[in-house]
């Protein structure tokens, strides 16, 4: 166990649709990081947030968003959803920026 | 030419085989270069990590840096069915901006 807890585990929604994913981090850590993961294109970093602030945008969506809250949890916002956008969401932790990453085990998000 | 580039496999290996994972990458930047393990259904976790050139051993583990030909590899001795997943490569440069492979689909058959 990883520490990283993701909820929730399978999500199925339709297109158009607005979803948000959670990720509690490994206690203490102050970076979370959110990629998303499909058969065709791999792991893609998406956003990373550390203390609150944004840190690093990587491949995001303008139609996904993402916040930091002060407890530190994280949300993946994914809003006006396409079938494309069914993948593997993981969120991984560290306790700063350049440190290893600790991934949970992920929400499947099927877009029907 | 993506960044990273991993040949997805599938890899098919006997037990106790000398199984070897590579990744080549074209940006000169990435420092610090990791090794994670994907399990089905699950998140991939870290096994190897190591900074620049050079080898770091592990238990079973070995991996292999080889900056001047922008060449990564990981060696798993003595492979075993619990070793079957999926391998990630995956490099960092100084800014922290993090880039992974496609991944190598191991099966190891008892």
């Known amino acids: 166990d990883s520490g990283v807890t993701q909820t929730p585990k399978h999500l199925i929604t339709a297109t158009g649709q607005r979803v948000t994913l959670r990720c509690s981090p490994r206690?203490?850590?102050?970076?979370v990081y959110w990629y998303q993961q499909s058969l065709d294109q791999g792991l893609q970093f998406l956003i990373q947030?550390?203390?609150?602030?944004?840190?690093a945008k990587g491949n995001i969506l303008e139609r996904f968003s993402a916040q930091q809250f002060p407890d530190l949890h994280s949300e993946l916002n994914l809003s006006s959803l396409e079938l494309g956008d069914s993948a593997l969401y993981f969120c991984?932790?560290?306790?700063?920026?350049?440190?290893?990453?600790?991934f949970g085990a992920g929400t499947r998000l099927s877009v029907l | 030419q993506k960044e990273v580039e991993q040949d997805p496999g599938p890899l098919s290996v006997p037990e106790g085989a000398i199984v070897s994972l590579n990744c080549t990458y074209s940006?000169?930047?990435?420092?610090?270069f990791m090794w994670y393990r994907q399990y089905s259904r699950k998140g991939p976790e870290l096994l190897m990590y190591?900074?620049?050139?050079g080898n770091k051993e592990d238990g079973r583990f070995t991996a292999q840096v080889d900056k001047s030909s922008k060449y990564i590899s990981l060696f798993i001795r003595d492979s075993q069915p619990s070793d079957s997943a999926t391998y990630l490569c995956?490099?960092?440069?100084?800014?922290?901006?993090?880039?992974f492979g496609a991944g190598t689909r191991l099966t190891v058959k008892p």
């Open positions: 991984a932790s560290s306790p700063g920026t350049g440190y290893i990453q600790y």
């Open positions: 206690s203490g850590d102050l970076s």
């Open positions: 947030y550390y203390n609150g602030e944004e840190r």
């Open positions: 940006n000169s930047a990435f420092q610090y």
């Open positions: 190591t900074y620049s050139s």
């Open positions: 995956a490099m960092r440069d100084n800014n922290n901006d993090m880039r």
